[in-house]
């Protein structure tokens, strides 16, 4: 069973500019969700998408988007890119939509896209 | 307070013996824990979930759960130079948004 794959795995911009990642969930998964993570602040959760629905937001700006489709791939943006939006950003598939409507934690995560601003 | 605290280590110990890797979570409501481990380079794995209080145990590693004293722990005996990573600890607190501790560092030692 293929694993989660994100796309691309190294990019390369420049201030101001914008970017978009690519998930693709392990197959039958409906949940997808984005986190970042760098050496200062560790992995934060930035959003989750479900049947192509935003259940749940972290406390990024606005410049950080996402969204879903029907076959459940899921792309993130990030608009007026800054410096410190340098990070790795990590997508994660899970198959189970709830634990008493909370959902469950297991993740499995992609390799990520490393985004380096300059 | 961090909503989710580790040690960050490095925590050393000699192969063959017992890790142990603490955290404590600051939301009294929790009720999803979960231990991922990443190697250098990598990305994150999930090795334990813990959902009630007392242990849980999986091969050689075993989570334990305190959430009176809102404390979850990983064990892992007979420790191999192969489980040297950085262990991190989460919460779910909801719609699959986990609040990651910090994560420690584990060198096991040939």
């Known amino acids: 069973k293929a694993g989660v794959t994100q796309t691309p795995r190294y990019l390369i911009k420049t201030r101001g500019q914008q970017v978009t990642l690519s998930c693709s969930p392990i197959?039958?998964?409906?949940?997808v969700s984005w986190y970042q993570q760098t050496p200062g602040q560790g992995l934060q959760f930035l959003f989750e998408y479900f049947s192509e629905t935003q259940r749940n937001k972290g406390n990024f700006p606005g410049r950080f988007s996402g969204r879903q489709f029907s076959n459940s791939r899921s792309e993130m943006n990030v608009s007026t890119l800054e410096l410190g939006d340098s990070a790795l950003y990590l997508c994660?598939?899970?198959?189970?939509?709830?634990?008493?409507?909370?959902?469950?934690?297991?993740?499995?995560f992609g390799e990520g896209s490393r985004l380096t601003v300059l | 307070q961090k909503e989710v605290e580790q040690n960050s280590g490095p925590l050393s110990v000699p192969e063959g013996a017992i890790a142990s890797l603490n955290c404590t979570y600051s939301?009294?409501?929790?009720?999803?824990f979960f231990w991922y481990r990443q190697y250098s380079g990598k990305s994150p794995e999930l090795i334990m979930s813990?959902?009630?209080?007392g242990d849980k145990e999986d091969g050689r590693f075993t989570a334990q759960l305190n959430k009176a004293s809102q404390y979850v722990s990983l064990l892992i005996r007979d420790s191999q130079p192969s489980d040297s990573a950085t262990y991190l600890c989460a919460v779910n607190t909801g719609f699959q948004k986990l609040v990651f501790g910090t994560g420690t560092r584990l060198l096991v030692s040939p």
């Open positions: 197959s039958g998964h409906r949940s």
């Open positions: 939301d009294r409501g929790s009720q999803s």
């Open positions: 994660a598939s899970s198959s189970l939509q709830s634990r008493g409507g909370l959902g469950t934690g297991e993740l499995f």
């Open positions: 813990i959902y009630s209080n």
